[in-house]
């Protein structure tokens, strides 16, 4: 979505300006967000295709990512979880054609059409704060499935992150909502604890101590 400053360069409007404006327009792209046919989801499709044609490991994280494994929650932007040669070689191949930094020297990249924001999660990195933990962002090729024709990381790594960056901060604190709501929604068991990294399973394990199951999804 583009708009043009007098005598100036072309402007992006961003999807995260267009929902805080135009709070009917918000409403509607909720709806079609929740059939598969928002903007984030077309990002989405064309992001993963490009990679895929370039042969750039990677998979899908974050809000997409529980949308897919089947929580469904409306979310703004799309977060990939990449290696560091694999960024590189994102901005050297598509920064400039379909994809525009939201800043200089950026790790993130922007669609130029459909004006969502794409962010990079890069292998070796830390979730949540970036601070040094047991949990780091994995090589997607050792943690992906797909789902829907979409390459995503598996429910045990998507889980591990997100508790692995709930705990790090309270400003983190919808990462643990998260996964008490795809905890819910996959029924999962106590012992799934037992799979998860060891710094993160006593918070699983505490979490679904204290889940209402006959409560809805949030």
Same mark, same amino acid.
């Given at each position: 979505?583009?708009?043009?400053? &007098?005598?100036?360069?072309?402007?992006?409007?961003?999807?995260?300006?267009?929902?805080? +404006?135009? +709070?009917?327009?918000?409403?509607?792209?909720?709806?079609?967000?929740?059939?598969?046919?928002? &903007?984030?989801?077309?990002?989405?499709?064309?992001?993963?295709?490009?990679?895929?044609?370039?042969?750039?490991?990677?998979?899908?994280?974050?809000?997409?990512?529980?949308?897919?494994?089947?929580?469904?929650?409306?979310? +703004?932007?799309? /977060?990939?979880?990449?290696?560091?040669?694999?960024?590189?070689?994102?901005?050297?191949?598509?920064?400039?054609?379909?994809?525009?930094?939201?800043?200089?020297?950026?790790?993130?990249?922007?669609? &130029?059409?459909?004006?969502?924001?794409?962010?990079?999660?890069?292998?070796?990195?830390?979730?949540?704060?970036?601070?040094?933990?047991?949990?780091?962002?994995? /090589?997607?090729?050792?943690?992906?499935?797909?789902?829907?024709?979409?390459?995503?990381?598996?429910?045990?790594?998507?889980?591990?992150?997100?508790?692995?960056?709930?705990?790090?901060?309270?400003?983190?604190?919808?990462?643990?909502?998260?996964?008490?709501?795809?905890?819910?929604?996959?029924?999962?068991?106590?012992?799934?604890?037992?799979?998860?990294?060891?710094?993160?399973?006593?918070?699983?394990?505490?979490?679904?101590?204290?889940?209402?199951?006959?409560?809805?999804?949030?």
């Amino acid at each position: 979505m583009r708009t043009m400053n &007098a005598g100036g360069p072309t402007v992006i409007t961003t999807y995260e300006d267009k929902l805080a +404006r135009d +709070r009917k327009w918000a409403l509607l792209e909720g709806s079609m967000h929740f059939e598969g046919r928002s &903007a984030v989801y077309d990002a989405l499709h064309r992001i993963t295709a490009r990679l895929r044609e370039l042969n750039i490991p990677h998979a899908v994280v974050g809000g997409m990512a529980l949308f897919l494994h089947g929580y469904e929650r409306f979310t +703004r932007d799309i /977060d990939i979880l990449v290696t560091r040669p694999g960024l590189e070689e994102i901005h050297r191949r598509l920064e400039g054609l379909g994809y525009v930094p939201p800043f200089e020297g950026s790790k993130n990249l922007r669609d &130029a059409e459909f004006s969502v924001r794409i962010e990079f999660l890069v292998t070796g990195e830390y979730p949540g704060d970036g601070k040094p933990k047991p949990v780091a962002f994995p /090589d997607p090729s050792a943690v992906v499935t797909e789902i829907a024709g979409i390459p995503c990381v598996n429910l045990k790594t998507l889980i591990e992150l997100k508790l692995a960056s709930g705990m790090s901060s309270i400003e983190r604190a919808q990462d643990i909502a998260d996964v008490v709501n795809i905890t819910k929604a996959h029924r999962l068991p106590r012992d799934f604890g037992e799979q998860l990294n060891p710094y993160v399973r006593p918070k699983f394990e505490e979490i679904w101590d204290g889940i209402r199951w006959d409560a809805p999804l949030e």
